[in-house]
């Protein structure tokens, strides 16, 4: 079976720079007013995770 | 919670600086290449000098100094000689170590003193505003050179590699790289020397014609390209270490 994924954003941490955006493959992050959203289309590459300045996401398999 | 997240004073998050700035990726290839190298509070000392990457060395969890502009190498070489035993680490910026404190390189490179340097290199002082540093491009516009920069860039890898020491270049797009080279130069038992090519959009990039931290990012991306050798200098273009 298909592997997924959920992406933790910590909001006290994010400065919304948006560079998470910007590096998603496939467009599953966007920005909202409350701060970065996961629209649950994660592959799982992590490139998110590498390139947030900020230590605030942390990009996690769902286990069922 | 991520391992290496142990090695950051969490308290102080988030740090001070801009949205999307380079300094946080530097801090955190730094965090997961100690954590690799069980590097911790117990065997390292950090010491920084002045500038908005001089902040980095207190947000790690361990004892660090946050010293005079431009005297992070001195401090460090005095740490080490007093202790040996500790891991010894500098981590500022191309304002701080190349300008104001180039003499202090050029020494510790000769005496060969067993600490790494990692300068991280955005081309400008930042914090004081945006103003032409040793590596500022030539003809770049700067808050300093409003008709361009008349002056060529420093090359700080022959000064390094002058007295046989391990130079590395990497750039924070090239993050696992970048790692890896910061791992090289830590488990050196000389003088070794890190220059990582990082972004400052708020102080370098707006007024150079970038739109976004991102796209100085991927500049690096197409700009620098990986190099093999271990034994030859690296081109301008080329990122990888040396050591003769
Ligand atoms: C003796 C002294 N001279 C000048 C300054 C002003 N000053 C503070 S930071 C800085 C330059 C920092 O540039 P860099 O090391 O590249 O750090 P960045 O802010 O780009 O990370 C200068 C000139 C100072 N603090 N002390
Ligand atoms: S990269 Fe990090 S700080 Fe920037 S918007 Fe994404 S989560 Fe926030
Ligand atoms: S892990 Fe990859 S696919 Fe998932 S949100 Fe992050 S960048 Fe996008
Ligand atoms: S001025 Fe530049 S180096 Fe300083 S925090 Fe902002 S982006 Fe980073
Ligand atoms: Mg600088």
New binding site residues.
């Given amino acids: 079976m298909k592997k997924k994924f959920k992406v933790l954003i910590n909001n006290k941490w994010c400065k919304c720079c948006s560079l998470c955006i910007k590096f998603c493959p496939v467009k599953n992050l966007t920005m909202t007013e409350q701060g970065v959203k996961d629209s649950g289309k994660c592959i799982g590459c992590k490139l998110c995770e590498r390139y947030c300045p900020d230590f605030a996401i942390e990009v996690q398999e769902i286990k069922k | 919670m991520q391992d290496y997240l142990t090695l950051l004073k969490l308290k102080k998050l988030p740090t001070?600086?801009?949205p999307?700035?380079?300094?946080g990726l530097v801090v955190k290839a730094l965090a997961q290449a100690m954590h690799e190298l069980k590097m911790n509070k117990h065997n390292t000392v950090i010491v920084s000098g002045i500038g908005?990457?001089g902040r980095s060395a207190g947000y790690f969890n361990l004892e660090s100094i946050h010293t005079l502009h431009g005297r992070a190498i001195p401090v460090a070489e005095g740490i080490k000689t007093a202790n040996p035993k500790l891991n010894v680490i500098v981590l500022s910026g191309d304002g701080d170590l190349l300008a104001i404190g180039g003499n202090h390189l050029l020494h510790a490179s000769r005496r060969k003193t067993n600490i790494t340097v990692i300068c991280v290199n955005?081309r400008?002082y930042?914090?004081t505003g945006g103003q032409a540093s040793p590596t500022t491009p030539l003809n770049a516009k700067t808050a300093s050179t409003p008709f361009g920069n008349e002056f060529p860039e420093i090359d700080v890898q022959p000064v390094v590699l002058a007295n046989n020491n391990l130079y590395a270049r990497s750039t924070v797009y090239h993050f696992d790289h970048l790692k890896q080279v910061i791992k090289k130069a830590l488990l050196d038992k000389e003088f070794s020397f890190v220059e990582v090519m990082s972004?400052?959009?708020?102080?370098?990039g707006k007024k150079a014609g970038y739109m976004h931290p991102y796209e100085i990012i991927m500049d690096f991306k197409k700009n620098y390209n990986m190099s093999r050798s271990h034994k030859k200098e690296l081109k301008k273009n080329e990122i990888g270490f040396v050591k003769k």
């Fill in positions: 001070t600086w801009c999307g700035c380079g300094n908005c990457n955005n400008i930042g914090m972004n400052c959009y708020q102080g370098y």
